[in-house]
């Protein structure tokens, strides 16, 4: 099983490269996880933000890997536990496909990703920051992982 997160988004600032390298590395390797950023669409004071979305979301499903399940990350969709992150962790990995977990960008996500999608997860019922967000996955992705292997970072 390969995790691929695709986020919109590039050049984030030092304290969520930090973040996410910290966590990252703590990943053994038969536990990939790789991260594909993909630029903003352009938004100026006249923008047509549904067509920046739907240029996000066209980028993002091209980058999904061939026969990725999809996974999105809205505020809207199903809050799981850590305990329960580890079980669906579990039963992905069971299922010997890979998965693509998909971060919209400062305006959310595309129908046509939402459409795709498997699963909707929410890691909270507040509006986060799209840079947060891949701290807080990464982190809790790594949780999850030590569950299933009994390490001591959950307790």
């Not at 499903?61 to 079980?87: H, M, N, R, Y």
């Amino acid at each position: 099983m390969r995790l691929r997160i695709i986020a919109v988004g590039t050049k984030m600032p030092d304290w969520v490269e930090a973040g996410y390298a910290e966590y990252h590395k703590r990943l053994p390797r038969d536990f990939a996880v790789d991260l594909v950023e993909l630029p903003l669409a352009n938004r100026s004071k006249n923008s047509d933000i549904a067509r920046a979305m739907e240029k996000e979301g066209e980028a993002m499903l091209a980058a999904v890997g061939k026969g990725d399940s999809i996974i999105t990350l809205e505020v809207k969709g199903k809050p799981w536990s850590t305990e329960q992150l580890a079980e669906q962790l579990a039963g992905w990995r069971m299922s010997g496909r890979n998965y693509s977990l998909l971060i919209g960008g400062p305006d959310g996500l595309a129908s046509a990703c939402l459409a795709q999608s498997s699963a909707r997860w929410s890691l909270s019922p507040l509006t986060l920051p799209h840079p947060l967000v891949r701290i807080l996955l990464i982190e809790q992705l790594y949780r999850a992982w030590t569950i299933l292997n009994n390490h001591p970072y959950h307790k």
